[in-house]
């Protein structure tokens, strides 16, 4: 699932090679990812492409006052094209959903692969207002003060795995990037978030500025193509079950959901001790 660093370094390949340009074009292909009708889709051809941006893990294409906001969720992906077909895509074949022609033959498709649609279009005048997404966030991972991030926790029933993926309590973190938070920090995915110390919340606070800081300057820059690619390369747990954790050598573990799966070191975060039952999602601490 793209997160903060990924949805900004969109945003920042989008304003060098997308803002100046005008829409001449678009073409919806999976019509379950329009999400709203007024105005229109077509509405967007014939403007200039004047800003590109980030609120959560929503990215913001400002065409001349339209906004075509995205949420990318958990399959979806912006592949950059120097040249476009001509010929309007089929509806509903593949994964292609939006395809946005420019003014020099170049343009981006927006994609997800999978079953599982979940990828979601907007074109609004106001996304803080018209984007129910946007209007329930809370505040941005890397906005949000010490104290500020605390007095969040400590208000938060549950465990830190969901108050950090809590999109209405701090927005930009998903699956990938609190497993790599916590495992800085030093601190199981089940703590409650409100059971927190003082120190194990300020060094939450760091982990998350660090990590999400870090990735930042790793993919910013990048071409878009290769940002999937780049943060996959550097994570130290997500998706490394069965692998030596980077820090201390001990086994990447991994405890099961429904739908989703969180990677943790035992050495490291849960005083060595390993999950008992991974489908009770009670973690021994």
């Keep these: 699932m793209p997160e903060l660093p990924e949805v900004e370094a969109l ?36 403007l200039e492409v004047t800003g590109a941006s980030r ?28 040249e476009l077909p ?8 593949g994964p292609l959903a939006v ?13 997800e692969q999978g079953t599982r649609k979940g990828l979601a279009v907007y074109v609004v005048r106001s996304p803080s207002s018209e984007v129910p997404g946007i209007a329930r966030l809370g505040p941005d991972a890397l906005a949000v003060d010490a104290e500020a991030f605390a007095a969040l926790m400590k ?25 790599e938070i916590l495992h800085v920090a030093k601190l199981s995915p089940f703590k409650g978030a409100d059971r927190l110390t003082d120190d194990e919340s300020l060094r939450l606070y760091d982990a998350v500025r660090t ?18 690619g780049e943060k996959r390369a550097n994570l130290r747990v997500h998706a490394r079950t069965g692998l030596p954790c980077p820090v201390c050598g001990d086994t990447v573990r991994e405890v099961s959901f429904a739908d989703t799966s969180l990677q943790y070191c035992p050495t490291c975060q849960t005083g060595g001790k390993p999950l008992a039952d991974r489908r009770m999602s009670k973690l021994l601490r």
């Design 11 to 46: 945003a920042a390949f989008l304003r060098e090679n997308a803002v100046g340009k005008v829409v001449t074009r678009v073409d919806l292909a999976g019509i379950q990812a329009l999400k709203t009708f007024d105005p229109p889709l077509s509405s967007l051809a014939g």
């Design 86 to 93: 001509t010929a309007p895509p089929k509806p509903g074949k």
């Design 211 to 228: 990590t999400l800081t870090d990735a930042l300057e790793r993919q910013v820059g990048q071409q878009a193509a290769k940002l999937k």
């Design 99 to 111: 395809r946005v022609h420019l003014d020099d033959g170049a343009g981006f498709d927006l994609t």
């Design 55 to 82: 609120t959560g893990k929503f990215l913001d294409l400002d065409v001349s006052g339209i906004h075509l906001v995205v949420h990318l969720a958990r399959a979806g992906w912006l592949h950059w094209r120097a």
């Design 155 to 179: 208000g938060r029933k549950g465990q830190l795995k969901g108050a950090l993926t809590d999109q209405t309590l701090v927005s930009g973190i998903g699956n990938a990037y609190s497993d």
